[in-house]
């Protein structure tokens, strides 16, 4: 709420200063309001037009009401003319900039040259030779990340098929990044995750020390902890390896993982999922394959590949190898598994009463394949020429 300050001298200047310092409010407040209407066009709530007339105009302590207290009724008697002159002036001026604003946008006019170019996007140098019939200053909109897209992609397959989205810390524990999920200490299994370690931990016990996560299966174990059977997870997130950045690889990149765990839950189920995911990602023509693969927390482990969806499988596109399948037809998507009984002693859950699979793939990888990127750093190196191709 406005008040009016007190009038502390009554000379031509001062007073002229402190109806300029009454106009400078109003002015602001209409082009909030300004604002605020133009917002309200693209669907923000609608500025309140009774409490900016009430604030100028209402007969109790509205600003002209101040003005005849604060200013008129308390000048003494030779500055009365004075200061009657400006209050009226003043009265005119604030009853028709009310009115103005609140019958729409204000006159142009009437708002500062600040207020109106931001009200019409114009920049500074443009001021002088403004011409506000032309179209005003376009501004680019923003577009997902082609890695980002890709992710969100994965998920929606799976939360259509009824998958609640769950996340967790970058930053793990040795025990939820590896023990948890049954890679006992010092098995050769962790040495395929190249891991970076977070430095000064060796005075804690292994299980607590920090990394930044290798994959996304810690999240399964944290839910897992919080949540009873049944459960249907689809884990989108960051992980970290220390792999050195060339064409293939990055030391950070994105998994997308998914995990089911339920009474009766069977190999059949894990490959009807997948290969209906494959067919929502890829096209409902690709064919999947599974082949016997090795994992910790998964027994029996397996890899799926779908056919080539950029030569439809034949290896060759026209005359030229089609080199994303390596000429073989098949490409190599994902690995997955049933959930090794281990993994529900370390969470609590009954192996002889529930099973379930499990699954992870990259979804940098699969942003490469859809959209023919041969260098996985072009994701990463912020180039915009790059990314606004995917705009
Ligand atoms: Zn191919």
Redesign the pocket.
């Known amino acids: 709420m406005y008040s009016v300050p007190k009038l502390k001298s009554y000379s031509a200047a001062a007073l002229d200063k402190a109806a300029n310092g009454v106009k400078e409010e109003l002015h602001r407040q209409v082009e909030q309001l300004a604002t605020a209407k133009v917002k309200e066009r693209s669907g923000k709530a609608a500025p309140d037009l009774k409490v900016f007339r009430d604030e100028w105009m209402a007969r109790t302590n509205g600003v002209v009401t101040q003005l005849n207290e604060s200013w008129l009724k308390s000048a003494p008697t030779k500055h009365k003319r004075d200061v009657g002159k400006v209050v009226n002036e003043l009265r005119t001026y604030i009853t028709e900039q009310v009115g103005n604003a609140l019958e729409g946008l204000p006159s142009i006019t009437r708002v500062s040259d600040a207020g109106l170019r931001r009200i019409l996007g114009v920049r500074d140098e443009d001021l002088d030779h403004l011409d506000i019939t032309l179209p005003g200053t376009r501004r680019h909109l923003g577009a997902e990340h082609p890695v980002i897209k890709t992710l969100h992609q994965i998920v929606s397959v799976f939360r259509n098929l009824g998958s609640s989205v769950q996340e967790g810390p970058v930053i793990e524990t040795d025990y939820y990044n590896f023990e948890a999920l049954n890679f006992p200490p010092d098995h050769p299994a962790r040495d395929t995750q190249d891991t970076l370690f977070i430095a000064r931990q060796e005075s804690k016990p292994q299980r607590e020390r920090l990394l930044l996560r290798t994959h996304t299966s810690p999240v399964q174990i944290r839910t897992m902890e919080k949540m009873k059977p049944p459960v249907r997870i689809v884990i989108p997130g960051k992980v970290h390896r220390n792999d050195p950045p060339d064409a293939s690889h990055s030391p950070m990149f994105h998994q997308v993982e998914g995990l089911a765990v339920d009474t009766n839950i069977t190999f059949c189920d894990l490959k009807g999922t997948l290969d209906h995911a494959m067919k929502a990602l890829f096209g409902s023509s690709v064919k999947t394959s599974f082949r016997p693969s090795f994992f910790p927390f998964t027994e029996p482990s397996a890899e799926m590949m779908v056919s080539?969806f950029?030569?439809g499988?034949?290896?060759a596109?026209g005359s030229e190898p089609?080199r994303?399948?390596k000429?073989t037809?098949w490409?190599e998507i994902l690995g997955c598994g049933m959930v090794d009984p281990n993994v529900y002693g370390f969470v609590d859950y009954d192996p002889k009463k529930v099973s379930g699979f499990a699954f992870g793939m990259g979804a940098d990888r699969i942003a490469i394949l859809k959209y023919g990127v041969d260098d996985i750093q072009l994701f990463f190196n912020g180039d915009v020429r790059f990314l606004e191709q995917f705009g």
């Open positions: 080539c950029i030569c499988g034949s290896g596109r089609c994303p399948c000429q037809g490409i």
